[in-house]
């Protein structure tokens, strides 16, 4: 494989990683664990039950309507408001800004 900067083809070396190899489909979210998502409006907790390039599947999910101070409600999970979802939820990847693990979904509505 090779690449072309400038009319200049590099070629992929034994042991190198491209970039495109990297990028291509690759992700660091795991099927099966919960995650804490925030997105550009609101927030969700969820298990990730399937994915592919532009979606995340989450099954017993919630939306967090409110929280405490940000760093606080990730380090215990715990949220202010909470409405669980009753049936799965798809969310866009690409309306996602971060993402970080969390040991149990949020199932109580408070």
């Known amino acids: 494989m090779e690449i072309i900067i400038n009319n200049e083809a590099y070629v992929k070396k034994s042991g190198q990683v491209l ?3 990297v990028l291509q489909d690759s992700t660091f979210l795991v099927v099966g664990k919960v995650y804490l998502i925030r997105t550009v409006t609101m927030i969700y907790t969820g298990i990730l039950k399937a994915q592919n390039k532009n979606e995340l599947l989450l099954e017993k999910a919630a ?3 409110e929280t405490d101070r940000w760093a606080d409600s990730c380090k215990n999970e715990t949220f202010k408001e909470v409405e669980p979802y009753f049936r799965d939820v798809v969310l866009f990847k690409g309306a996602c800004l971060d993402i970080t693990e969390i040991t149990k979904p949020q199932l109580v509505q408070k």
């Open 63 to 65: 939306w967090i309507a």
């Open 19 to 21: 970039v495109d190899d």
